[in-house]
């Protein structure tokens, strides 16, 4: 299962925009929508009316809902979910989500979430991740959390699946604060390398390339018509490249030629 929640977990709409394009990719089938009565505050998440096909109007409730998708490619199939972070009851809406998890065979679940950082849009965009389950420590090159503080619904639905037997692990895009504007597909896309990584094969980048391409000559423009942005963002880059240590841009360097190698049905071991 693939997890992205709109909201406080989504800056510029890079996870929810991760799972919205692999359900575009993959033409996947919405499962199952969870009633959202339980679990938000429609003053908050207004449902929204919406003209159909046929000419009707019709009430959308922001309800959780889950995909499945059947890559070609791979083994098993993958879960998606998309939702509004929700207002209420957390706990009973991760233990809902889980128990379609596990009815669903389930073995693993990867969080996607995207936050504002000092992070320059000149470089690679910087995906962090976490994970306490030995295997995906190995496969995804990751570490258990170190944080503390404030967590949002990707946090406990982490830790509910991991109780209930799911192996998890949560990945992080950190997105220019001052391009903080959705879309960014450069994050979209850096998620989805990332993921590549926890799948273990090639996912469809589709549109996302040229879309990631297209974002970074807008950025470029923008900064390139204020001197202080300019001048900022240099300062971000010299920070940025002090504070990367060259092993570190190594095994970054290493990990983006598995991915090649992958797409070219080449097996990187």
């Not at 510029?12 to 925009?17: E, Q």
């Not at 929204?48 to 809902?65: H, K």
Request: aromatic share 6%.
């Amino acid at each position: 299962m693939v997890a992205a929640f709109e909201g406080w977990n989504d800056a510029a709409d890079a996870a929810s925009g991760t799972v919205d394009h692999l359900i575009e990719e993959w033409d996947a089938e919405l499962m199952v929508e969870l009633d959202p009565e339980d679990f938000y505050d429609f003053q908050v998440q207004r449902p929204q009316v919406r003209s159909m096909d046929d000419g009707e109007r019709q009430i959308v409730w922001p309800a959780p809902q889950i995909y499945v998708a059947r890559p070609a490619r791979l083994e098993r199939d993958v879960l998606l979910l998309r939702a509004p972070e929700p207002n209420f009851r957390w706990k009973a809406f991760c233990s809902s989500v889980i128990e379609v998890a596990r009815q669903a065979g389930v073995t693993e679940l990867v969080t996607m979430g995207a936050l504002l950082a000092d992070s320059p849009h000149t470089r690679p965009v910087p995906v962090s991740g976490s994970t306490t389950d030995p295997a995906l420590m190995q496969r995804m090159s990751l570490m258990p959390s170190t944080y503390t503080g404030p967590v949002g619904i990707t946090s406990v639905l982490n830790e509910v699946a991991s109780i209930g037997g799911i192996a998890s692990a949560a990945l992080w895009a950190a997105v220019p604060h001052y391009l903080a504007e959705p879309p960014c597909p450069k994050a979209t896309l850096a998620l989805l390398g990332a993921l590549e990584d926890a799948v273990g094969m090639p996912l469809p980048q589709g549109v996302l390339a040229e879309m990631a391409e297209a974002w970074q000559r807008g950025a470029e423009e923008l900064t390139s018509q204020d001197d202080e942005i300019a001048e900022y963002v240099q300062a971000l880059e010299n920070e940025r490249d002090t504070s990367e240590l060259p092993e570190a841009s190594g095994d970054a360097i290493a990990k983006e030629f598995e991915r090649y190698l992958r797409r070219r049905n080449v097996d990187p071991e």
